[in-house]
């Protein structure tokens, strides 16, 4: 793994809005508008909207419609990057 790519992903880590929002979709396996990530999230919109602004400019998620996200990078590394973003290594 590059250092880049390290540091991305523990800084995501550290992001704690951004690393649930993006649980959330890995765990629903599908697409999800702002609203519903923020109702399930108990999050506001703003902070949603903002996680997911860098969440797509990670290349994490992808942008399907106006407002509505869902996760990008497949099912192997899906579990991967959770284990990762709860703990699980380093």
Known sequence: MSQETS????GL?????????????IREEREMSNREVAEALKLSMNAVNIALHN?????????VSRGVY???????????????LEGGSK
Request: proline share 2%; glycine share 4%.
């Open 7 to 10: 540091e991305a992903l523990e």
């Open 13 to 25: 880590r550290r992001a704690e809005t951004q690393r649930k929002v993006l649980l959330l979709l």
């Open 55 to 63: 969440l797509h400019t990670k290349g994490l998620v992808e942008r």
């Open 70 to 84: 869902r996760y990008k990078l497949g099912p192997i590394l899906a579990t991967i990057l959770k284990r990762y």
